[in-house]
């Protein structure tokens, strides 16, 4: 029994959008290619997906949560600080290498606004507000479908929030005024930083020894 026989048919397209989204981001991907290298129909594509933004977000998601799943055992509250700082940045490093390509189309999709509009998180209302910087509001269709790559990037986000906040409350860091802009910059740096290394040359370690030297030596008390 082939690879592709064993896989479900579910599986299969998802593991050919996968490939095709890596190598073309979203806008020239097309669901004839991903169709073709899923050896599936048009019509089960549309079955279990519906069109090729749901498809892009139902592969995200999956990823997703198996990553937050990853978190959990990493980060638990159980750890010291340093233990669970070291465990978000070891496995977000880790995260980032094996699906560089796939978030930074994720990314693109989220923050890329070429009619001048972008999302702010507004940490009193725990909700995005939409921040029109030229041009025309977006409709509320516009914005649903950014919101929900924005929240799956927030939700990432948000783990290293909790995190900095503990640091926090027991002391070990000084009082951050924006946690979650500090964790956002921490993450995205990451995965600026990942693209810029060839992955022989990465050692983990090193890499998260460094990042949390730099971090502690702006915020530690």
């Known amino acids: 029994m082939t690879e592709k026989q064993e896989l479900s048919k579910e599986q299969r397209i998802l593991k ?7 190598r073309k981001g979203y806008t020239d991907a097309t669901l004839d290619e991903i169709i073709k290298i899923a050896d599936t129909g048009k019509g089960t594509v549309y079955k279990y997906f519906g069109n090729k933004d749901f498809l892009f977000y139902t592969l995200i998601c999956g990823k997703n949560d ?14 010291s600080f340093m233990e669970r700082l070291e465990g978000f940045l070891i496995e977000l ?37 939409v921040d029109v910087q030229w041009g025309n509001r977006p409709s509320p269709e516009e914005v649903a479908v950014k919101k929900k790559y924005n929240v799956v990037i927030r ?6 929030a909790e995190i900095l906040e503990s640091g926090i409350n027991s002391g070990i860091l000084k009082p951050i005024s ?11 740096g990451s995965i600026v930083m990942i693209a810029q290394i060839k992955k022989s040359d990465i050692d983990l370690k090193e ?4 990042m949390c030297d730099r971090l502690l030596n702006g915020h530690k008390k």
Request: net charge neutral; proline share 4%; hydrophobic share 55%.
């Open 155 to 160: 939700s990432e986000i948000a783990v290293l």
């Open 16 to 22: 050919a959008a996968e490939q095709v989204f890596s």
């Open 93 to 129: 490093l880790k995260f980032i290498i094996k699906n560089k390509m796939l978030w930074r189309v994720l990314i693109v999709q989220a923050i890329a606004a070429p009619s001048g509009w972008c999302f702010v998180w507004n940490e009193k209302k725990r909700d995005f507000d």
């Open 178 to 188: 924006n946690i979650p802009l500090v964790a956002g910059n921490i993450f995205f």
């Open 207 to 210: 890499m998260v020894d460094i």
């Open 66 to 79: 198996v990553f937050l799943e990853t978190l959990k055992e990493s980060c638990s509250p159980q750890l």
